[in-house]
């Protein structure tokens, strides 16, 4: 059983450095006037699908609500 719990954690900590790294990817396509490029495009779909993740974590008490933004930053 602790494999499992292991598991989760790395799973989650991909999940919420997934979710940091697009943001950031975002923000600095956004800066240079990048935002009509097929790489900015894509983007979004990729945070909605990890906050998405994120919200069925907080859904089932596996973590705290927005706690991986902290864990993110």
């Keep these: 059983m602790e494999n499992r719990l292991e598991a989760f954690e790395e ?3 991909a999940v919420i450095g997934k979710y ?5 990817k975002l923000d ?3 800066a240079q006037g990048k935002t009509k490029t097929a790489a900015f495009r894509e983007l979004p779909g ?3 699908t990890c906050r998405y993740m994120l919200s069925l974590y ?3 008490g596996l973590i705290e609500k927005n706690s991986y933004k902290e864990r993110s930053e």
């Design 46 to 48: 990729d945070k909605l």
């Design 58 to 60: 907080e859904q089932y």
């Design 11 to 13: 799973m989650l900590s």
């Design 28 to 30: 600095a396509l956004k």
């Design 20 to 24: 940091a790294e697009t943001s950031e």
